[in-house]
């Protein structure tokens, strides 16, 4: 019940009581704001730092994943550099022994070609092998004394043609012989050169002989 004071009457006991009330009303409503103010304030603050402790965490799973992923390419890198190194090492090793059978094989047919050319007969003294009436020569001096006895009219001195008639064929054919075998020695081309020699035209000996059979 409203205080009265001396002398006031009911009315203004009540008009002041009723803003005594108002009064205090507004105050404590104004207290109220405050204090929702600051837990508002508490409360944002709260959520600012939730939110940058997410963020941080955000950031490290990042990283985190990111660091895997740089891992596993880095993994994938390295198998496939061992992969190539241990294919290039199995081509390697292919290689190398494909050249050890291939260089066995040219050995072995080197060997074989030797063995052959040992093995003919040597065309050194019957490049110009001559034979008549059961007789053969086997040299050009031998040649040209048994030319000389079966016809007397023929030219007494025909090893110079000779020599120089079969340089001249060398100089023509070995050239072509080595073109056609280049995997032949030396030694092998001039003995196929003088098998040709002994057969060809252009061997003085051999138009001799054709020329002392054609008369006989």
Do not use: C
């Amino acid at each position: 019940m409203p205080k009265k004071f001396k002398g006031e009457n009911s009315k203004a006991a009540e008009a002041r009581a009723r803003k005594d009330a108002v009064q205090k009303a507004e105050k404590e409503r104004v207290e109220k704001e405050k204090e929702d103010a600051l837990w508002a304030d508490d409360d944002k603050h709260n959520a600012r730092k939730l939110q940058r402790k997410d963020d941080k965490e955000k950031k490290r799973l990042e990283q985190l994943e990111r660091k895997k992923e740089l891992q596993q390419l880095h993994e994938e890198e390295m198998s496939s550099i061992k992969g190539a190194k241990a294919q290039a090492a199995k081509v390697s090793r292919a290689q190398i022994l494909e050249n050890q059978e291939r260089a066995a094989a040219e050995a072995k047919a080197e060997k074989a070609k030797e063995q052959l050319s040992h093995d003919e007969v040597p065309l050194e003294e019957n490049v110009n092998l001559l034979v008549t009436e059961g007789e053969d020569a086997r040299t050009v001096d031998d040649a040209i004394a048994m030319l000389s006895v079966a016809e007397p009219s023929l030219d007494k001195h025909p090893e110079k043609r000779v020599k120089a008639a079969y340089s001249e064929f060398e100089a023509l054919r070995l050239p072509v012989l080595k073109q056609e075998n280049p995997n032949m020695r030396l030694s092998q081309l001039k003995q196929m050169l003088k098998k040709e020699w002994m057969k060809s035209p252009e061997n003085p000996l051999n138009q001799r002989h054709s020329s002392y059979n054609s008369k006989s």
